[in-house]
């Protein structure tokens, strides 16, 4: 997926058993601006392609940037490899704010579905399984890393992430929906550095490994719009469960919910 396109905007996919799938595409640690988050939508429950030990992750990070502000980014920025080049270019973005942990946007998304202001708080889940089988993906993704040509191949990585950089800025462009200039050019010069993380990261792991990972996710997916819905198939009530989805991965989980994998079931988070 990395001759794709960098979208702005949320896909939806239509579930054949009922209900929506939104995947809603953010670029990592950067908060977007008013105008992107008000093309969200309506919806009616939120899912992480994440393990359920994340909100606890996020609720750390919290407490360590209230008493050392930027002390997650400066340990990433000095640790080398390509997640520190993409937080060392983010933060030389000057008109949006970027860097910034926990990752913004999944953590306003969980914050305004935990809310019981309005319509109440919404359910939430994440997909990511705990389980043999994905214990055996992640052990088969530890061999796959450690192969021969990885290791050679890390040695030019410099030059590999600069010509990973000029693909991911040809996929980038502003959003349209941002009329401010300045905001809308640091978007995308954001995005191409998030996607040139990505396509780097995923690299690394071979198409098999990549489509195990995004098939099983996009079960869970599907088993968390089937519990959010109740059995409801069809009609105008038909819930929408948001997704967000880094925006360079968000082709390929779109991609994985098109071939319509079995779903597979997932509880709602208990607060």
């Excluded at 008493?67 to 490899?81: L, Y």
């Excluded at 935990?114 to 705990?130: C, N, Q, Y």
């Excluded at 978007?187 to 995004?214: F, H, I, N, T």
């Excluded at 079960?219 to 719009?225: C, D, F, H, N, Q």
Aim: proline share 7%; charged share 25%.
């Amino acid at each position: 997926m990395v001759d794709s396109a960098l979208n702005w905007s949320p896909i939806d996919w239509e579930d054949p058993c009922g209900g929506t799938i939104r995947l809603w595409p953010f670029v990592p640690n950067v908060v977007l601006t008013g105008a992107l988050r008000r093309t969200v939508g309506e919806w009616n429950g939120l899912a992480f392609l994440l393990p359920d030990d994340e909100s606890e992750i996020w609720d750390e990070q919290i407490k360590q940037e209230k008493s050392s502000p930027g002390i997650n980014r400066d340990s990433i920025a000095s640790s080398g490899g390509t997640l520190a080049r993409m937080m060392l270019g983010m933060s030389s973005i000057e008109s949006i704010q970027s860097c910034r942990f926990p990752d913004p946007e999944p953590r306003r998304l969980l914050i305004a579905a935990e809310s019981h202001s309005g319509t109440g708080s919404r359910p939430v889940f994440f997909v990511e399984p705990e389980d043999e089988e994905w214990t055996e993906w992640v052990e088969d993704c530890a061999d796959e890393m450690v192969r021969l040509r990885h290791l050679v191949r890390s040695i030019f990585s410099g030059r590999v992430w600069k010509k990973t950089l000029r693909v991911a800025m040809k996929n980038a462009s502003p959003p349209e929906c941002e009329r401010d200039d300045a905001k809308a050019n640091g978007l995308a010069q954001a995005s191409a550095l998030g996607a040139a993380w990505w396509y780097r990261s995923e690299s690394v792991l071979s198409e098999e490994l990549c489509a195990r990972r995004d098939t099983r996710l996009a079960s869970r997916l599907r088993g968390a719009l089937g519990t959010l819905s109740g059995g409801q198939v069809d009609g105008e009530g038909a819930p929408v469960l948001l997704v967000p989805v880094m925006q360079a991965w968000m082709p390929s989980i779109y991609s994985a919910l098109e071939k319509s994998p079995l779903p597979e079931h997932v509880e709602e988070e208990q607060e």
